[in-house]
């Protein structure tokens, strides 16, 4: 069973960074591709960023580009986001996902790690 769990959520003033990690298990990765949501209170979850576990295929959103870096480290089977020069609005529930390459739908969810961003 695929079990993935993130840390290093927390609070922070607006312009400080965060590292969030997200440790899996239960499979072999090397064919999955994994992504960062959030989620901000009365808003829709939205994709934050994603990358291929061989690092190959980063993709981020417009909202966080040239702030947020996506990596990996397969020997660790661990996923980072590196959050820089965060915003207010960068306060939300991050939830780390993955899914095979063959499919277009994350069907695997760790419980979320939640970021909250002071002004």
């Known amino acids: 069973q695929v079990q993935l769990v993130e840390s290093g959520g927390g609070l922070v003033q607006a312009g400080g960074s965060l590292k969030l990690s997200c440790a899996a298990s239960?499979?072999?990765?090397?064919?999955?591709?994994m992504a960062w949501f959030r989620q901000a209170p009365g808003k829709e979850r939205e994709l934050v960023s994603a990358?291929?576990?061989?690092?190959?295929?980063?993709y981020y959103a417009n909202s966080v580009k040239d702030r947020f870096t996506i990596s990996t480290d397969n020997a660790k089977n661990t996923v980072y986001l590196q959050m820089d020069s965060l915003k207010p609005e960068d306060t939300a529930v991050y939830y780390c996902?993955?899914?095979?390459?063959?499919?277009?739908?994350?069907?695997?969810w760790g419980q979320g790690t939640q970021v909250t961003v002071s002004s």
């Open positions: 990358i291929n576990w061989s690092g190959e295929l980063s």
């Open positions: 996902a993955t899914r095979s390459l063959s499919t277009s739908v994350y069907n695997f």
């Open positions: 239960g499979r072999t990765f090397s064919n999955y591709r």
